[in-house]
């Protein structure tokens, strides 16, 4: 199926925890994945981008975030997906939503494993658990936000529908205060 020229991809949601599109599998972290994700988030190119993790990052980092993954599924107030290529099984990366406070929102985070930029999965895992948070969750806007200087991040926010709607600033534990360019899709301007 086509939609404004791009090839939108088949999405499926086998269960809450299992996402299939085309390409990837999204699912559930488990504890055997703490080696590979510290594997590729110990790679100052990838955590460079993100305002919410450690670095130098560890296997223990990785341990804990997926034990704490486990504990929002369980609260309904995080869905955490690995992206894992289909065809050979490899994790590249992570995608969540997390419920906002109001429950009708949610805001959604990815990183990628640097070997696996600029090949169209971090859009495809975005369309996907946007997919996931309206069709299934129901929430009515999926925010996101990356760093000024990381064109990349926005132009697959872009592609996944989201809209840049200015910058704000957060407050994280790891940075300090930072400015981000934040992103909002509406669930009625949604085209899964």
Not at 31 to 45: F, H, K, R, S
Not at 135 to 158: F, G, H, Q, T, Y
Request: a neutral charge; aromatic letters at 10%; charged letters at 25%.
């Amino acid at each position: 199926m086509k939609v404004f020229g791009l090839i939108k991809p088949r999405i499926r949601v086998v269960a809450a925890h299992r996402i299939d599109t085309d390409r990837l599998l999204l699912r559930s972290p488990i504890a055997a994945d703490a080696e590979p994700i510290a594997a590729l988030m110990e790679n100052w190119n990838v955590a460079s981008w993100l305002v919410r993790v450690p670095f130098p990052y560890r296997v223990e980092h990785a341990a804990a975030w997926i034990e704490r993954s486990i504990q929002e599924r369980a609260a309904g107030v995080g869905w955490p997906y690995l992206i894992v290529r289909r065809d050979d099984n490899v994790l590249m990366g992570c995608m969540d939503i997390s419920i906002e406070a109001d429950a009708r929102a949610g805001t959604l985070g990815y990183w990628l494993g640097e070997p696996f930029w600029g090949l169209g999965y971090a859009t495809e895992a975005a369309k996907a658990v946007i997919g996931f948070a309206f069709d299934i969750l129901k929430l009515s806007e999926v925010n996101a936000s990356a760093l000024p200087d990381n064109e990349r991040s926005m132009r697959v926010l872009e592609k996944a529908g989201m809209a840049h709607i200015g910058r704000q600033a957060e407050d994280t534990v790891e940075r300090g205060r930072v400015d981000t360019e934040a992103f909002a899709l509406q669930r009625r301007f949604w085209r899964g």
